[in-house]
């Protein structure tokens, strides 16, 4: 079959790959109908993670299951599937908190399971999925078209959107400062909306994505940064900070601003992937600002969330703002790379 | 009167100053009748905070309300009445989301407010309390003797125990590590049994204090420090770590060891005044384990815990195991600066 192979630093392509088949009695393989390019798969690609070797890559995938292997009670071929970004047992007592992130038998797409066998990367034709029941979530029936991008959308930026908002502990009422205006950040606003937050402070200084962040329910858009940025949340709120605040960027500047602009006794959701962050400890404890949040455990919200989208409650996929086929996948990376495109879907 | 001076780190001396009186019309006097040494009364006395001037100390007291101002209404002359660690006007915005801590209006006792006027020490024969009807909370009816090193305790260490235990999020059925055992460390202890804990695992090395830790509900002591700490709490644990952990501290061995010692999404609910932590950033996203605490509001929790005490669902009395006459508060602070009592109970 045809995989995305990150060769190099910015040298991504479509290559032949062995085809998966069905290795365990828990494995389903799944013909992938829809997959993405995450902002986490640029760091490879711009060689801030080194590569050492070229590389299967891609997390995010729904697609048509298959085959079964005989333990799978859960999906069956021809179901539609999503799956999360990592794959999970949803048994471990870590998945039973709903820490499917931290599964005692879980694991990334695109390298070999603990048994050393390849689980797929999403950026294929197909993928073999290692514990199939605790890792797809399917649709009843498969969706419309137009309802692909959302369900895409929850294998990861939608869910760590939401788990920033989880984290954050989100109430009905709230103002929700969010910081980060990616897919993810836009995702974070979706969800604080969804939560019945009444005023929703997006940071963004690129006017389309201040347009989806006003259709996913930002009421204010501040566009300044650091020390302004707090100025502003604190104009807006009488001086007081914000009741929640959401981090989806991961550098020291943009963790800064969300802990100086929460307001006493707030948390900040933190699921920018941190790269350089020293906490202000003191100022921390003395306003009593906490931080919550990680890696987000896609798969605990998957169900919910998939509910949501087929109801119409929430459009997800409108972070997607380019489609290329398969065979394209290099200008998807070039996209998103230069900032032509918020998120780039792939159709195999 | 006479009220507790620090002259220089160890020098500390019952001294006359000037007696207090009623200045603004929210102000209350009251005649200490019970107040107790702090943890954190030690650094200035050790000369870790610097002493650059001879100064009022003490912030933890209970006693009976002398006079009022023309403002008050809630506490009147006759009560008894608990002063939490700071005073706070209660109806500021951060007062209202119970974060009396950083209220707008709000300060420490032993010096000056913010309008210049002393708002005297705990630790001496009167205090002028700003802010009364913000600050003190009274019992209907005078107290029994034997209650009142409890409702003492509600001053600070019970409320920051307590605060701990609600920033980590301590649920009914909890597995809960508690790291200190000093007197706040303790409350955190009888904190988490009163929200229904199942296990409580308190670390201490030393046997009257793993006595006391007992009495307040914890199931299980480690005395080991550090890794072996947290791989003792693995141990009982089954691998899996704390659903939450409480922090009452604050150096970095202890904060590390707490953080190690909570489950993938678990909380670390933290009162220990932060010296030199440094937080395992990419550890705590990995695992998905938060921080929240700060300094406590020991106010917004003084009712609950009040009517707790008075019913005897909780005896937070049990941390004082010395009680000298104020003119003895030097041997009060000697005591636990040597490790010879746990907290100290200052009569005037």
């Not at 400062?177 to 937050?197: I, N, P, Q, T």
């Not at 906490?279 to 931080?291: E, K, L, S, T």
Request: charged share 25%.
């Amino acid at each position: 079959m045809k995989a995305t192979i990150l060769n190099a630093p910015g040298d991504i392509r479509l290559e032949d790959v062995p085809d998966p088949r069905i290795a365990k009695p828990t494995d389903a393989l799944v013909r992938v109908t829809a997959a993405c390019v995450c902002g986490s798969d640029l760091w490879p690609y711009r060689g801030i993670n080194p590569v050492t070797e070229p590389t299967r890559i891609g997390h995010e995938f729904v697609g048509i299951v298959e085959e079964v292997g005989s333990d799978v009670r859960s999906v069956r071929p021809g179901d539609f599937v999503i799956a999360p970004f990592m794959y999970s047992d949803n048994t471990c007592p870590h998945c039973r908190v709903g820490i499917q992130s931290r599964c005692d038998h879980g694991g990334f797409w695109g390298g070999p399971d603990r048994d050393g066998i390849m689980a797929d990367g999403g950026q294929g034709e197909y993928v073999r999925v290692p514990l199939a029941d605790g890792t797809l979530v399917s649709t009843r029936e498969v969706p419309d078209e137009d309802l692909v991008p959302s369900l895409l959308s929850l294998s990861d930026v939608m869910g760590t959107g939401w788990h920033a908002a989880v984290a954050a502990q989100v109430q009905e009422g709230d103002t929700v400062v969010v910081v980060g205006d990616g897919a993810v950040g836009l995702s974070g606003v979706l969800a604080a909306a969804r939560m019945g937050a009444e005023r929703i402070i997006a940071m963004s200084r690129h006017e389309s994505r201040q347009r989806i962040a006003r259709e996913f329910g930002a009421t204010d858009v501040v566009e300044v940064r650091g020390d302004d940025a707090v100025a502003a949340v604190k104009e807006l709120t009488d001086g007081v900070g914000a009741d929640a605040v959401l981090e989806c960027v991961g550098t020291n500047e943009s963790m800064s601003t969300a802990i100086a602009a929460a307001r006493p006794g707030a948390i900040v959701g933190y699921v920018g992937v941190p790269h350089g962050i020293e906490y202000p400890v003191r100022d921390m404890f003395a306003r009593n600002v906490g931080i919550a949040g990680g890696i987000a455990p896609a798969r605990q919200y998957l169900p919910q969330l998939r509910d949501d989208v087929l109801s119409g409650a929430i459009n997800p996929g409108l972070v997607f703002d380019l489609e290329v086929p398969l065979t394209e996948v290099a200008e998807a990376y070039a996209a998103m790379d230069e900032r032509r495109a918020i998120k780039s879907l792939i159709r195999p």
